[in-house]
């Protein structure tokens, strides 16, 4: 499986961004799908999650009520719209697989995904 992550860039504090990432593949449609980011200097931390269907998200304290993650099984890609973006923010963001059977669900655990994008840089400006 091969993941693109795009979207990333330089904002301003209080803005807007959607990330996207573009998988391989014919069965996209039941991968489970994740974001991880990893800011200079710190580990990589859990973002957002969604299941195969989109029927279950999953998200971060720090980005709850600030992000939304879906998906379109039609195109293969996951997006991950982030609002009212804040310094802290500023980190690589990566999208991973979680390929089936899924057996116990630890969406925040990066070592339980398959499968990992390159990464897109979110920067944002105080």
């Not at 971060?60 to 923010?89: C, F, H, I």
Request: charged share 15%; glycine share 12%; net charge positive.
């Amino acid at each position: 499986v091969q993941l693109q992550a795009s979207g990333g860039g330089l904002v301003q504090a209080g803005g807007s961004l959607r990330l996207s990432c573009a998988a391989s593949g014919r069965t996209f449609g039941t991968y489970l799908m994740g974001w991880f980011r990893q800011a200079p200097g710190k580990e990589r931390e859990f973002v957002a999650a969604i299941t195969s269907t989109g029927g279950s998200t999953y998200y971060a304290d720090s980005m709850k009520g600030r992000s939304t993650v879906s998906r379109d099984n039609a195109k293969n890609t996951v997006y991950l719209q982030m609002n009212t973006l804040k310094p802290e923010d500023t980190a690589v963001y990566y999208c991973a697989v979680k390929q089936p059977p899924l057996g116990i669900i630890r969406v925040r655990t990066d070592g339980w995904y398959d499968y990992w994008g390159q990464g897109t840089l979110v920067t944002v400006s105080s």
